[in-house]
């Protein structure tokens, strides 16, 4: 490997709030697909920073109900229109855009991840894995080398590494028991009662889905395959849904229009433009309606038009952090990188905590070509990391902004940094060996940079240059 700096192509975005998913090699998730305008290249992690913020407020009273720490849980939004939702091992779960299409209110959805909450405190996975040693470990390294091809910028390759077969359908060998899915159940009944929501939703959702059982041979929905539905289940799921004190609890009008906000970004970031006018007329002078049309102007590249749109958005809700995001975003992917400053600096002080934010905004400073621009980004970057500490994507835009300060040294840490969180071990010692003779010794960074040439697998040449 050449040991010189590595060298970046700036990313390609297409959605407001997103960056490649932050997730190390060893998660066992689908790859995260790298967009380009009017491109797409298969299903993939997909971040949004309002998305998963609407997901994690309607979500984390069940998981406290669980007896789970809401901050430990990683919720994944995956661009498949399939409907199916799924825990991996470590408090992960991937929900599917086309599970949030066919729920038809924020209850449903609550519902249905309430289920996957009671497989998730009851470790079901990890059971159902140790009992199929065979078969998880071939399907962990498929992902695995899907994320990093993914991550590295080959969305292609990553697809035919994962999706040979869907991700959920390598894991179909793995199914829970019918005893596990009416222990889920009830647990997710449990839940949804002590979080203060109805178990309606769940109830209404496996109805509407009753005729899968009956078309056994042709299972239209992924996810009825490991969750098979029966009568029985049913019955004993909704009369003990109904002895609930909270059954006759509905959605606010707030969880619903947020839910209807949440269903037209997915409409507009993963819908071809012209998809997304039909879904949206311009008669339609609804919060999403507009919000959705705005988007679609983005990707049509008609920046004007996005811009007034979202102006006038911004007019109506001024507290709204992913409005200025969105113009932000609108505004540097159009080569107007110091005038998105301003909208994204808006967006990190109305959200400080949403670490998207903060990349977006680094990643915008070093765009600016503006030498005097550096630290300010590297700070940015660096506060991102607080939040998200295992996302490799900082560490690249560090390591821009440090070879642009002549800061060897640095550069090449960060490009470690991004390696070893990536797992790709080799790359991550070589980088830190070189990043050491910049370094000077015995300083963190010098520490840091030994630190990860010795969980790097090093040869005994590099231990005796150590």
């Known amino acids: 490997m050449d040991l010189s700096l590595r060298t970046f192509a700036p990313l390609r975005w297409l959605r407001n ?31 949004d920073t309002e998305i998963e913020a609407i997901m994690h407020e309607e979500m984390d009273p069940i998981f406290a109900a669980a007896n789970m720490d809401p901050k430990r849980v990683e919720l994944y939004l995956v661009n ?63 992902l695995g080398l899907g994320i990093l091809a993914a991550l590295a910028g080959a969305p292609d390759a990553a697809a035919a590494l994962i999706y040979s077969g869907s991700y959920f359908g390598q894991i179909n060998g793995l199914a829970f028991s019918r005893d596990d899915e009416s222990r889920a159940d009830q647990a997710a009944i449990t839940y949804l009662e002590k979080a203060g929501y109805s178990g309606a939703g769940i109830v209404d959702f496996f109805n509407n889905f009753r005729y899968e059982e009956v078309f056994s041979d042709a299972k239209k929905y992924p996810f009825w395959v490991d969750h098979p539905l029966t009568d029985d289940r049913i019955e004993a799921l909704t009369v003990r849904a109904k002895a609930q004190s909270h059954w006759d609890v509905k959605d606010t009008p707030e969880a619903i229009a947020k839910f209807e906000i949440m269903k037209a970004k997915i409409k507009a970031f993963m819908n071809r433009p012209n998809q997304t006018y ?52 609108t505004l540097m992917e159009s080569a107007r990188a110091e005038e998105a400053e301003i909208p994204l600096r808006k967006a990190v002080e109305l959200k400080p905590e949403a670490s998207l934010l903060r990349l977006l905004l680094g990643q915008d400073l070093i765009a600016e070509n503006n030498p005097a621009k550096l630290d300010d980004a590297i700070v940015t970057l660096n506060r991102s990391l607080v939040v998200e500490p295992d996302n490799p994507i900082p560490w690249q835009y560090l390591s821009q902004a440090y070879d642009s300060k002549g800061e060897e040294g640095l550069a ?25 003779e910049f370094l000077k010794r015995g300083t963190p960074e010098w520490n840091r940079a030994t630190d990860i040439v010795l969980t790097s697998n090093p040869s005994p040449d590099d231990l005796r240059l150590l």
């Open 278 to 329: 039909m879904d949206y007329p311009d008669t339609d002078k609804s919060f999403p309606a507009r919000y959705a049309r705005a988007i679609a102007d983005y990707r049509e590249l008609e920046t004007e038009k996005a811009l007034k749109e979202i102006d006038a958005l911004i007019v109506e809700r001024p507290d709204d952090p992913y409005l200025y995001e969105l113009k932000g975003q």
């Open 412 to 436: 090449r840490l960060a490009t470690a940094e991004q390696d070893f969180h990536l797992g790709q071990v080799k790359a991550a010692r070589s980088f830190a060996m070189r990043a050491r």
């Open 80 to 142: 498949d229109p399939t409907l199916n939702a799924g825990t991996l091992p470590g408090y992960r779960m991937v929900v599917n855009t086309g599970l949030i299409m066919q729920c038809k209110v924020p209850n449903e959805l609550q519902g249905v991840l309430a289920h996957e909450t009671g497989h998730m405190e009851r470790g079901d996975v990890a059971r159902v894995g140790e009992s199929t040693r065979g078969v998880v470990g071939p399907m962990i390294i498929g």
């Open 17 to 47: 709030g997103v960056a490649l998913a932050a997730i190390s090699a060893f998660l066992v998730s689908p790859a995260t697909a790298v967009h380009a305008q009017g491109e797409y290249f298969g299903p993939g992690i997909e971040r």
